[in-house]
């Protein structure tokens, strides 16, 4: 039974900064792409940022790049996003997920999902 779980979410301000992690277990880990992908309130799952499963290429939204990171280790079967500069318009569930193939920045490529940590930027 494949397990994705995310922890590190919270309340924060405008400027502050957050590191997600998601932590997976069964599945083959090396052999998957791990995405993060965001929903706020009334809006569609949006893509966040992905890296393949070697850890040799990653890809980060437009809307995030140059401040969010995502890294991976598959000796721990883990992921982690790393979150700069932090905005309102940041606040929304992220959600972790892992596909076998396809686009990676479209989610229903993706196989299997956390069941997501809500990460909120407020003054």
């Known amino acids: 039974q494949v397990q994705l779980v995310e922890s590190g979410g919270g309340l924060v301000q405008p400027g502050d900064s957050l590191r997600l992690s998601c932590a997976a277990s069964?599945?083959?880990?090396?052999?998957?792409?791990m995405g993060w992908f965001r929903q706020a309130p009334g809006k569609g799952r949006e893509f966040v940022a992905a890296?393949?499963?070697?850890?040799?290429?990653?890809s980060e939204a437009d809307s995030v790049k140059d401040r969010f990171s995502i890294s991976r280790d598959n000796s721990k079967n883990s992921i982690d996003l790393q979150m700069n500069d932090l905005k309102p318009e940041d606040t929304a569930i992220y959600y972790c997920?892992?596909?076998?193939?396809?686009?990676?920045?479209?989610?229903?490529?993706?196989?299997?999902w956390g069941q997501g940590t809500q990460v909120t930027v407020s003054l």
């Open positions: 890296i393949a499963g070697t850890g040799g290429a990653a």
């Open positions: 997920a892992a596909q076998s193939s396809g686009n990676w920045r479209y989610p229903h490529n993706y196989d299997y």
């Open positions: 069964g599945l083959t880990f090396n052999r998957y792409t």
